[in-house]
């Protein structure tokens, strides 16, 4: 079946940590890969993309992402987070030419200032 | 500029009571969907449709329709409401290449079904 699967439910942390969020797909086939950051009341806003290439990928406001295919993964990372991080964060699957996406369940991230 | 737009925003309704979600693009983009955002579910795909006059299923199509008779617009239809059906709806539309896609969302309609 095809899935996907946020580790996290809700992350808190300071000013300045290092950020890893995680993402596992079961999809089959060739697969694009997105990350979605949706801030309090506002709809979703695309971070970051992967369809082909290079499997590490850099985003808006600092973000990236590595596909390892292998593991099936799409994490998302941020060297050094910021309060206005704070924010839910999606990760989606599509297949290549197919129509249908999926979501994962979202993570929250709270940054103390 | 280019945008998704979606009427109503807010919307309190009783069973029953059909009601028309409205959904329109101005980037001539191909590609509409539709999905519900429920607490600790994420989002998930209602219908989509690829172009005019073409639609599917998404994962969760139970108690709705659609219509897709323009390019701009995908409307999204509850013929008899429930209260399970209270969520978060997003319109998105896409532009899609053979290498890549980008899906734009609107801004959201909050539905309460008493």
Avoid at chain 2, 31 to 54: C, F, T
Avoid at chain 2, 65 to 80: H, Q, T, Y
Avoid at chain 2, 81 to 107: D, H, I, K, M
Wanted: net charge positive; aromatic share 14%.
């Amino acid at each position: 079946a095809q899935s996907v699967s946020q580790h996290n439910h809700h992350v808190i942390l300071s000013e300045a940590a290092s950020l890893e969020l995680g993402c596992n797909y079961s999809y089959g086939g060739t697969v694009n890969l997105f990350w979605y950051v949706q801030y309090p009341g506002q709809h979703l806003q695309l971070l970051l993309k992967y369809f082909s290439g290079d499997p590490l990928v850099k985003g808006i406001k600092g973000f990236e992402a590595e596909f390892i295919k292998s593991k099936f993964s799409f994490n998302l990372r941020k060297p050094s987070v910021q309060w206005s991080d704070t924010a839910e964060y999606f990760c989606a699957v599509n297949g290549a030419g197919g129509f249908k996406t999926i979501f994962g369940a979202g993570t929250r991230l709270f940054v103390k200032a | 500029e280019a945008q998704v737009t979606q009427n109503p925003r807010y919307l309190i309704t009783v069973t029953g009571k059909k009601l028309t979600v409205t959904c329109s693009q101005n980037m001539n983009h191909e590609y509409m969907s539709w999905y519900r955002q429920d607490p600790g579910l994420g989002l998930r795909q209602i219908y989509y449709s690829m172009n005019v006059e073409v639609t599917d299923k998404g994962d969760v199509p139970e108690g709705y329709k659609v219509s897709r008779k323009e390019k701009r617009n995908f409307p999204l239809i509850l013929e008899s409401p429930s209260p399970n059906q209270t969520s978060l709806y997003f319109c998105a539309s896409s532009l899609r290449t053979q290498v890549q896609e980008t899906q734009y969302f609107g801004p959201g309609t909050r539905l309460l079904v008493l």
